[in-house]
């Protein structure tokens, strides 16, 4: 098959450019929104566009993965892994996406992309504090710089949207939903990792979408009532969220784990250098956004921590090449 000589590598870079799109795509169809509003509303909010999204991404998944939906998948669970799982899909895939869209109505998406940047040092000091592991210098090194790359956001950039005075700083409030939503995905992922590992992948994701989506409509109802969805299922929103659901969502996601089947993590850990990059490219072609000073030196810093963090992982695969790394810490929002 054609699918099978196209290399791994490539895969995971149209997986990254995909993913790296999803703010700015989702951004953009909020200003489509507003330039078609229903009745004084903007009937591709936000909202509609997590909820309608997640069931156009489903119904793809579950084409794809659906025939991977067997009772062994979940047979070795026990109890406490069917929490830790349900657990897991509400805050990956309710919590997390609404933290971000919510930093998206309070920010641009350059400053959403570069700061959810904190997932990695997050998600990387949670596994070496869990699993007791030493830490190779040029990795550990890598990541706190990419930290202080983020700080250097937050301190560079002019005074923010409704900001928020913390530790003498002025944060602005999308920028603190942006790592809220970063946390939220590290939470995710390090829980996944140690509990459920096990679930095919595939499988894992049709669920967390499932039950991420209805999570969501309960919550949103409960909150703010049922005419909140009032053009939800509109031909016109359809026609605008198919679009992001389908290939942000679902396509963005079936070509990721086509990449990692077919890559050595040693060969593709370049994901650190390009995601930054491919936001801050996407808000600039889709958006506009032209980057600011404070963009451009924080970005530069986090992409020097992630240079170190290239050489560290480089250095690993040499001496440990059977040890695994979680790559997802490298990718933030994906869409969901």
Known sequence: MISNKIPGR???????AIFAASSSVGSKLAEIGNMHVIDGRN????????????LCA?????AVYGREWRGSSFARLAPIDWLVLIVVAIISSTLAPSLTFLALEN????????????????????LSLIFRRQSNWWIFAGEL???????????????????????????GKGELLAIGGAIAISVANVTRKLR???????????????VGTVTFWILTVKLFGMEHFA??????????????????????????????KMSQFSSIAYAGYLTPIAGIL??????????TMAQYVGGSIILLGAFFNQVGIWQETKTFPSRKFNLDRFIGFKGI
């Open 145 to 171: 710089v990419s930290v202080a790359g983020i700080i250097a956001i937050l301190i560079l950039q002019s005074t923010p949207k409704n900001a928020i005075e913390m530790m003498g700083l002025s944060i």
């Open 58 to 62: 489903l119904l793809v998944l579950i």
């Open 282 to 291: 996407a808000a600039y072609l889709i958006l506009g956004e032209v980057p």
């Open 231 to 260: 053009d939800a299922f509109s031909p016109f929103v359809w026609q605008w969220i198919s679009v992001y659901g389908i290939f942000i969502v679902a396509i963005g996601q079936i070509i990721w784990f086509k990449g990692l």
């Open 43 to 54: 009937p591709i909010s936000f909202c509609n566009v997590l909820f309608v999204g997640n």
């Open 107 to 126: 920010t641009n998406a350059s400053n959403v992309v570069l700061i959810g940047r904190i997932q990695s040092p997050l998600t990387f000091a949670l």
């Open 196 to 210: 459920l590992d096990s679930i095919p992948i595939g499988v894992f994701t049709i669920f967390r979408l499932a």
């Open 10 to 16: 490539v895969y995971l870079l149209v997986a990254i």
